[in-house]
């Protein structure tokens, strides 16, 4: 006999962070701390991202994104071509390991009020998720969720396929 299930996570598990940097297929966009923000901004716009990951051999150092740019550099008028990164940089960064589900992530974003979150394992990135790769997986979960609660639905009305 079939055990019923207990929760919808039983039913339909959230995916996990390491999951989702999988789906992704994006490598790792960093710089170092000694980058200028003029550079650092260039490889922002060539790789489509908001947020870039400062490694210090090979070690999170830190955080760069648009609104640190916006706000230390631009309203401080200080000079991007000469300003260093290591200048500028988030340094109290939130990272999330590859077991960690949506939920967590999503709750650890809304509390922090952060929108990229750093995976890391064994003191290694190992990528970026934005609370829109976040929001995306849990929108692709509901959609599933209620095609298979759908086909409940219809599996319960018509229990005999001769019946369709």
Request: one cysteine or more; a positive charge.
């Amino acid at each position: 006999m079939e055990m019923p299930f207990k929760s919808l996570e039983q039913l339909m598990p959230f995916a996990t962070a390491g999951e989702l940097l999988a789906k992704k297929r994006r490598p790792l966009v960093a710089v170092s701390p000694g980058t200028t923000v003029l550079a650092a901004l260039r490889e922002m716009k060539e790789q489509h991202v908001a947020l870039l990951v400062v490694l210090d051999k090979d070690a999170l150092a830190g955080v760069v994104a648009e609104r640190d740019v916006a706000y230390r550099v631009v309203l401080e008028q200080r000079s991007a071509k000469d300003t260093a990164v290591r200048d500028i940089m988030t340094t109290r960064v939130h990272t999330v390991a590859p077991y960690s589900k949506v939920p967590e992530c999503v709750m650890l974003m809304h509390r922090e009020g952060i929108r990229h979150l750093p995976v890391v394992s064994a003191g290694k990135v190992q990528g970026v998720l934005s609370v829109r790769d976040l929001m995306g997986s849990l929108i692709e979960r509901h959609e599933r969720l209620l095609r298979r609660l759908h086909d409940e639905r219809v599996t319960l009305l018509f229990p005999y396929p001769s019946s369709y």
